[in-house]
């Protein structure tokens, strides 16, 4: 089992930026990033293959794409999740959790596929 831990989370206004940063005990295939709004399921954000290649590939839901970005340190076992432009619907509690290495895309949209997952950290994004 992966122990995962999030930080990075704040209350913010529209427009800012915020990162986000998952430590991980150790690497596997990828990482992706979820959030989960209240009342609402646990959706998609973004994900990233991690791997000993120097090449990795992110992966982006709709409402993430050209705002925000995925990134690695191997050397530092962590993920994260570079927010811009935020809106107040970005509001969630954003979750890291380790999965594997697919080769259909939309595999990394999934969240039966990841198995280890963290706590949390509460984005608030006022207008």
């Known amino acids: 089992q992966v122990q995962l831990k999030e930080s990075g989370g704040g209350l913010v206004q529209a427009g800012d930026s915020l990162r986000l940063s998952c430590a991980a005990s150790?690497?596997?295939?990828?990482m992706g990033w979820f959030r989960q709004a209240p009342g609402n399921e646990r959706e998609f954000v973004a994900a990233?293959?991690?791997?000993?290649?120097?090449?990795?590939?992110?992966y982006f839901a709709d409402s993430a794409k050209g705002r925000f970005t995925i990134t690695r340190d191997n050397a530092k076992n962590a993920v994260f999740l570079q927010m811009n432009s935020l809106k107040p619907e970005d509001t969630a509690v954003y979750y890291c959790?380790?999965?594997?290495?697919?080769?259909?895309?939309?595999?990394?949209?999934?969240?039966?596929?990841?198995?280890?997952w963290g706590q949390g950290t509460q984005v608030t994004v006022s207008s």
């Open positions: 990233i293959t991690w791997s000993n290649s120097p090449t990795s590939y992110g």
């Open positions: 150790r690497r596997a295939g990828s």
């Open positions: 959790a380790t999965g594997g290495l697919y080769e259909n895309p939309r595999q990394y949209q999934l969240i039966t596929s990841y198995d280890d």
